[in-house]
């Protein structure tokens, strides 16, 4: 295990469980940072402890402790940190001390997307570069939402506490957001393919958590459905597979019967979200026996059922274009150009691919170096770049 993945696993953990301890976020993070800054220099000498959480964990407590016995409220804080520490759990337990933080940030006085942009830099480590493309704004815009979310935070009083049951409902959608985006960090990009790892882990627990709530395991059964796959997504060099190119007798068919059944409990509830909605559409791809098996309108029909965000829009063109012809659905793209999607590297890779099929292939090759200037991952940019030499050949 490299330095890089003890972070990107353990990141989230220690800095969750120094909240729970001293209530305070700043401090949290400061003590975290110093944390991973101390094994940065420690753990080259003496290798990475076998249990590198822990030894993370207490660092990062020790130097709390440590910043706490320095200031006026020292003594009273740091009995407040000792009975916080050998407290039993609260009635309502929330079983993982980041998914009790992802509750806690997701605070009904926040705006939703700054709950989640500040549980995603709290709990996962990424920057705010990374968070801004997630929500395909520019960095400082970002920058200004965490800052003026911590600052309501602390001149507003939220604690950080686990709420009590009747209030857990109103924070779910900010969390369930803040677990697919960690899903989707982990699933676009192989070298995090441990963030997807943790958002199914605690997704599961938020299921085990809130058995009744119909989108927690939808969420669940979309993230089974997609990482079923992720053993095909990539060549053995590296390149991106579509989905239409993958070898489906790989695909983790025990995942995806799981999957399904998820999704048929949670459609039993008549209460269908959008969650429920993107894991049907996943399961049309899944019980496709070949490319040319997929119902391209029935997934075009479910995602006129989603609210049509600007991404949302791009993936129903590709649909009706599979169902109607690459002519329909280049039109449809053409009509998103001008919007918030530009600059996302998706919408002239999906112009370039409907205009290859058109045989209009001078315009698919400009399209196609847009994207590869766009790419946000290596595997996308080699796989964009094998398509341009088709159409340039």
């Known amino acids: 295990m490299t330095f890089e993945q003890v972070y990107r696993q353990e990141w989230g953990q220690v800095v969750a469980t120094l909240i729970r301890l001293t209530g305070d976020w700043e401090l949290s993070e400061e003590c975290a940072q110093e944390a991973f800054a101390a094994a940065l220099q420690r753990w080259p000498r003496d290798g990475i402890p076998d249990k590198p959480g822990a030894w993370l964990t207490t660092t990062a407590r020790n130097k ?16 407040e940190v000792a009975a916080m520490d050998h407290e039993s759990d609260p009635p309502y337990d929330v079983p993982d001390d980041r998914l009790r933080l992802m509750f806690t940030c997701c605070h009904p006085a926040l705006a939703l997307e700054a709950r989640v942009a500040l549980t995603l830099r709290t709990l996962t480590g990424l920057s705010t570069a990374e968070i801004a493309r997630a929500f395909l704004v520019p960095e400082p815009t970002m920058s200004k939402r965490l800052t003026r979310a911590k600052h309501k ?15 857990l409902p109103e924070r779910l959608p900010a969390v369930l957001a803040v677990l697919y985006l960690l899903f989707n960090e982990g699933y676009s990009d192989v070298v995090r393919s441990s963030l997807s790892s943790e958002a199914i882990r605690l997704t599961r627990l938020l299921v085990e958590l809130m058995p009744d709530e119909p989108e927690a395991a939808g969420l669940l059964a979309l993230m089974l459905l997609h990482d079923a796959r992720r053993d095909t997504r990539l060549s053995a060099d590296g390149v ?27 459609l039993g509830a008549g209460r269908p979200g959008p969650y429920q909605v993107q894991a049907a559409i996943a399961a ?20 006129g059922q989603l609210k049509q965000t600007p991404v949302v829009a791009l993936n129903r063109a590709v649909a009706i274009g599979m169902a109607d012809g690459p002519a329909v659905g280049l039109r449809l793209v053409d009509d998103l150009a001008a919007g918030p999607l530009a600059g996302y590297h998706l919408l002239p890779a999906t112009r370039a691919d409907f205009l290859r099929r058109l045989g209009r292939l001078p315009e698919a090759a400009a399209s196609y170096r847009e994207a590869i200037e766009l790419a946000t991952t290596d595997a996308e940019r080699r796989y964009l770049e094998n398509r341009l030499h088709d159409v340039s050949v």
Not at 64 to 79: F, S
Not at 243 to 250: A, C, Y
Not at 287 to 295: E, G, I, V
């Open 240 to 266: 991106l597979v579509t989905l239409d190119e993958q070898d489906r007798t790989r695909w983790d068919h025990a995942q995806i019967t799981e999957g399904e059944h998820l999704l048929e409990t949670a």
């Open 284 to 303: 049309c791809h899944a019980s496709a026996r070949t490319a040319a098996d997929t119902d391209w309108p029935q997934i075009a029909a479910l995602y």
């Open 64 to 79: 709390a402790v440590d910043w706490l016995r320095r200031e006026a409220v020292g003594a009273a804080k740091l009995k």
């Open 153 to 167: 935070i602390q001149h507003a009083g939220i604690p950080y506490r686990v709420p009590p049951a009747h209030l």
